[in-house]
């Protein structure tokens, strides 16, 4: 609890600068970051973390994430469960799910999680491994590295962070190879009830 208490000791007294970093210049901006993201990596050098609020509220949002790795999600709850109740900032563990209604942006990939489908892969060596074939309209393989960092962008906000992890291994295939897709594959906005109910029959 020490390491935690620390970390919280310091933003206690630093979280004043972190309200309204709209009006900052770019200089400060980038020095307001840097001591943060040294602060925390004092913590643990595996996490990482997002600032941000909403314009009708006056309540500032700090997510607390590791970036996906699962090894360090104890690190995560364990910070954010430790946290000090502050009265202008909701403290989040892991990135949330943005939901459907969204439009993901890498690069010159534009990819809207409606427009896109998937199917369940099964592994005869692991069937408690969580695999599926997402299939993307004008997927083009000769940029798959372009298209898998980009799933994996769209993949955290659509799921969450939690949930995005318990995806195993994913491959990536043209929408238009399948002539009754609508027919014959899952829309990936059900991708979440989908990986519930795996989950479910891993128990």
């Known amino acids: 609890m020490e390491k935690e208490e620390k970390f919280w000791n310091w933003f206690e007294e630093s979280n004043n600068k972190y309200l309204n970093l709209d009006l ?3 200089e400060d901006l980038e020095d307001l970051m ?3 993201f040294n ?3 004092e913590y643990s050098k595996y996490l990482f ?3 941000g609020n909403k314009p009708t509220s ?3 949002e700090l997510i607390i994430s590791a970036e996906g790795n699962k090894n360090h999600f104890i690190e995560v709850d364990n910070l954010v469960s430790s946290a000090p109740k ?3 900032w909701n403290i989040i563990a892991f990135k949330p799910s943005l939901g459907c209604n969204f439009i993901t942006t890498y690069e010159d990939i534009k990819l809207d999680p409606k427009e896109i489908f998937f199917m369940p892969l099964n592994s005869n060596l692991d069937k408690n491994k969580i695999g599926i074939r997402i299939c993307i309209k004008g997927y083009k393989e000769e940029v798959q590295l372009k298209y898998k960092n980009a799933v994996f962008q769209l993949l955290d906000a659509l799921l969450g962070e939690k949930k995005a992890a318990e995806i195993n291994y994913f491959d990536l295939e043209n929408l238009m190879n399948y002539e009754n897709y ?7 906005c059900d991708l979440a009830e989908y990986i519930e109910w795996k989950l479910s029959k891993m128990q």
């Open 86 to 88: 502050f009265s202008n």
């Open 182 to 188: 609508e027919n014959d594959l899952i829309s990936l």
């Open 34 to 36: 840097g001591d943060f």
């Open 39 to 41: 602060n925390l990596q």
């Open 58 to 60: 006056d309540i500032s």
């Open 24 to 26: 900052v210049t770019d």
């Open 49 to 51: 973390f997002q600032i």
